[in-house]
Nanobody, 124 residues
Framework: QVQLIESGGGLVQAGGSLRLSCAAS????????MGWFRQAPGEEREFVAT????????YYADSVKGRFTISRDNAKNTVYLQMNSLKPEDTTVYYC?????????????????WGQGTQVTVSS
């Protein structure tokens, strides 16, 4: 069982930055690919970014490419999402997820564990 706890959400003006963190429990963090997704009320969960266990592979949604950066620190059991040049349309709840996978999945159904989410609000 893996527990995921997100932090770092909040309110920021358009053009600003936030860094989300996701701390994972367990001793085999490096065996898991980690992803960030986001979901607005009434909408489907949307892929944002993913990183493989060894950080070799990363993928981003087109909507965030060049603005967001995913990284991880396996010694700290933590994955990060650095969000720069934020836009009002980035406003929603962001979820961290863990997948028992050797690659970096982009589909939510590949993920086995999910955090509770953290709200990001970007004002115009």
């Amino acid at each position: 069982q893996v527990q995921l706890i997100e932090s770092g959400g909040g309110l920021v003006q358009a053009g600003g930055s936030l860094r989300l963190s996701c701390a994972a429990s367990g001793r085999t963090f490096s065996n898991y690919a980690m992803g960030w997704f986001r979901q607005a009320p009434g909408e489907e969960r949307e892929f944002v970014a993913t990183i493989s266990g060894n950080s070799v592979s990363t993928y981003y949604a087109d909507s965030v490419k060049g603005r967001f950066t995913i990284s991880r620190d396996n010694a700290k059991n933590t994955v990060y999402l650095q969000m720069n040049s934020l836009k009002p349309e980035d406003t929603t709840v962001y979820y961290c997820a863990a997948a028992r996978a050797g690659w970096a999945p982009r589909k939510s159904y590949n993920y086995d564990y999910w955090g509770q989410g953290t709200q990001v609000t970007v004002s115009s």
